[in-house]
């Protein structure tokens, strides 16, 4: 397991509060939110809510597009009506209250496990699940996951693997960030959860999200400065 590295940006209480006021709560000219990701998780109710937190829907295909990613037509159909059973059959046995930094959920993270093979049939990455669906790569496939599963999977782009140092090719990302979520008796974790309540965002925001807005939004702004140079 990769050992993961907690940038500094964490640290400054002050501009992780202000990154996230600026996601969840800026606004446009028009009145409506500057950045349509604060709608992912919360769109039509989220994709965890009682009754579509053990299929995917077409309120998570849109909120996929929150994000600036979406699926190919022919892959929006197979998740849509899951024809061979899979997606059902793997979200069922996630529980829809599984959290990354209880010890209880690493076996449905670990290799073997639903969440594990969820994003393989999603990826397909050595060729042996043909069905999976057009469209869907790395990225996509951890989207729409922490859509279906917020507290369990968190939301891993460029962006969040470039400020985070991590490895090119990257197995252990969620191995690595539940542990650091466990150390020192969850302080890292709690920290997290501090900069949300200071931000004033909605406690409805899982931890795991705000780990991931404020990566996205501090490493766009570092590209944003060094494109200008």
């Known amino acids: 397991m990769t050992e993961l590295h907690i940038p500094e940006i964490y640290r400054d209480v002050d ?3 202000r990154l996230l006021r600026t996601y969840f709560t800026g606004r446009r000219s028009k009145g409506d939110l ?3 990701g604060a709608h992912f998780e919360r769109l039509a109710g989220g ?10 829907e077409a309120a998570d295909l849109v909120a996929l597009t929150m994000l600036k990613v ?6 929006a159909v197979n998740l849509l009506t899951d024809p061979e059973g899979h997606w059902h059959r793997l979200l069922s046995a996630i529980p829809r209250e599984a959290r990354l930094e209880d010890p209880a959920s690493d076996p449905l ?3 073997g496990g639903p969440a594990w093979e969820l994003w393989e049939r999603l990826v397909n990455p050595d ?14 496939a951890g989207k729409l996951m ?32 539940a542990a650091v979520l466990r150390a020192d008796g969850g302080a890292f974790r709690r920290h997290l959860e501090m900069l949300r309540t200071t931000a004033v965002i909605g406690e409805d925001i899982g931890v795991l999200r705000v ?5 996205w939004m501090h490493q766009g702004e570092r590209e944003a400065a060094a494109a200008s140079r």
């Open 146 to 177: 922490a859509r279906k599963r917020p507290h369990l999977i968190p939301v891993y782009d460029a962006r969040v693997k470039t400020l985070f140092r991590r490895p090119m090719i990257d197995h252990t990302f969620w191995a690595s960030l």
């Open 109 to 111: 993270v670990a290799q």
């Open 15 to 17: 501009e992780s509060v």
């Open 211 to 215: 780990l991931d807005v404020i990566a």
């Open 34 to 36: 500057s950045y349509s």
């Open 70 to 75: 979406s699926v190919a037509p022919h892959g």
């Open 127 to 140: 060729g042996t699940h043909p069905s999976s669906p057009d469209g869907v790569r790395s990225v996509v």
């Open 47 to 56: 994709g965890d809510r009682e009754g579509a937190a053990d299929g995917f």
